[in-house]
């Protein structure tokens, strides 16, 4: 190999690096990527992924072609002592009509079905087995269920292969709704109604997030999906619709603080002007609806696991947790927002 050609030795390190480059590309592809779309769990996110695999070897093809081209001319035509200067080529027709026809061909067989994914994804649901209404606020997630009576939040629950028919609005501005797994993006536009529908297939928990730019914690804008079997979502179903109390009276407890923290949230601690619990005369509506909070796994769209720490800590800096929220710190003593916190886990 001590041929004494000029560079071959130069080209060491740039081969060391390329494969220590590679290995570090190809580490990263391993792992449980919640939010990947090349995971899909429903009808529509399968059709979607298939466009894109199809897509994907075409752009393969292409990438091989040309780059081995510009390599073979590379290392053919490099410039060598001694040897003669290539001659330049102009003009070939049979070439030009051959780097015509084939990207516009290639063209045709991404577009064509480019436009029937479309049109597929964009038809009507095909049936509607769970109408949700989802409203989408500055930073949280409002899930309203007509049929069933029931209103929630930033915890979506469907039962799996029933089709889920969403109607998507925004209470304040553009928000977009996006479950990688099961379906594509689609933004909550102020002043009118989009539709998005898909059918999940497997049971299991999927995040998803906003994915539309929408003010200071967007980011910390996200949701579950929960695709239960059919009668972990009746249960699920019949829990929410049912209010929590009936009249004005508290439900009975043991628990000293649970309600102690009933009377900070209805008296001292103003919560009902902003929060709604069915059942009891708390009907504000800037906030997230509280029936049955004590049953969701998070708080604050996702961003806190719900315990009674998280709870405390979210009554006594919500700004800190989440900046710019909407959420107003109300002033409580450690001791109220722990009597607070009780009382709202007791909310199942
Ligand atoms: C000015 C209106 C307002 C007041 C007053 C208010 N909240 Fe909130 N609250 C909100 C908003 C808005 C959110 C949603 C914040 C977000 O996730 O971006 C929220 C979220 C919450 C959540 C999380 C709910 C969920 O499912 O994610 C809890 C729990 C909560 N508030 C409890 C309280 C308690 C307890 C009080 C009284 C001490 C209170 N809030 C007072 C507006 C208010
Ligand atoms: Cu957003």
Same mark, same amino acid.
């Given at each position: 190999?001590?041929?004494? *050609? &000029? #560079?071959?030795?130069?080209?060491? +390190?740039?081969?060391?690096?390329? @494969? !220590?480059? %590679?290995?570090?590309?190809? /580490? ?51 410039? *060598? &002592? #001694?040897?003669?200067?290539?001659? +330049?080529?102009?003009?070939?027709? @049979? !070439?030009? %009509?051959?780097?015509?026809? /084939? ?246």
């Amino acid at each position: 190999m001590t041929d004494g *050609r &000029p #560079g071959y030795r130069g080209h060491r +390190p740039i081969l060391v690096f390329a @494969a !220590l480059a %590679i290995t570090l590309v190809a /580490a990263a592809c391993g792992g449980d990527f919640p939010q990947s779309s090349l995971r899909p769990q429903s009808d529509v996110a399968r059709e979607i992924d298939s466009l894109f695999r199809g897509i994907f070897w075409w752009a393969m093809g292409v990438l091989v072609v040309v780059e081995g081209a510009l390599v073979v001319a590379i290392i053919r035509f490099r410039e *060598r &002592p #001694g040897a003669e200067k290539p001659k +330049p080529v102009h003009g070939n027709t @049979a !070439l030009e %009509i051959a780097w015509t026809l /084939a990207p516009a061909l290639i063209l045709i067989f991404i577009g064509v079905p480019t436009m029937i994914t479309l049109w597929r994804v964009d038809r009507p649901p095909p049936s509607s087995d769970i109408r949700v209404e989802v409203i989408g606020h500055q930073w949280w997630w409002e899930f309203n269920y007509p049929d069933l009576g029931v209103t929630t939040a930033n915890e979506l629950h469907v039962p799996v292969g029933k089709t889920v028919d969403l109607r998507l609005k925004s209470a304040d501005v553009v928000h977009s709704f996006w479950f990688p797994r099961v379906a594509g993006k689609r933004d909550l536009v102020p002043g009118t109604e989009n539709q998005l529908w898909f059918t999940p297939d497997s049971v299991g928990v999927y995040p998803g997030q906003c994915a539309e730019f929408c003010g200071t914690s967007h980011a910390l804008m996200g949701m579950l999906l929960f695709v239960d079997t059919p009668e972990e979502f009746e249960r699920w179903a019949a829990r929410e619709a049912s209010p929590q109390e009936s009249g004005a009276e508290p439900r009975p407890s043991d628990d000293p603080s649970v309600l102690a923290g009933r009377e900070v949230f209805f008296g001292a601690g103003g919560c009902i002007s902003c929060h709604a619990i069915r059942g009891t005369p708390a009907a504000g509506i800037l906030g997230p609806d509280l029936t049955h909070v004590g049953s969701r796994s998070t708080i604050a769209a996702g961003v806190l696991d719900n315990t009674p720490d998280n709870l405390v800590r979210w009554i006594n800096e919500p700004h800190d947790v989440k900046p710019g929220n909407l959420m107003l710190d109300m002033g409580l003593s450690d001791e109220q927002a722990r009597q607070v916190s009780a009382y709202l886990l007791s909310l199942e």
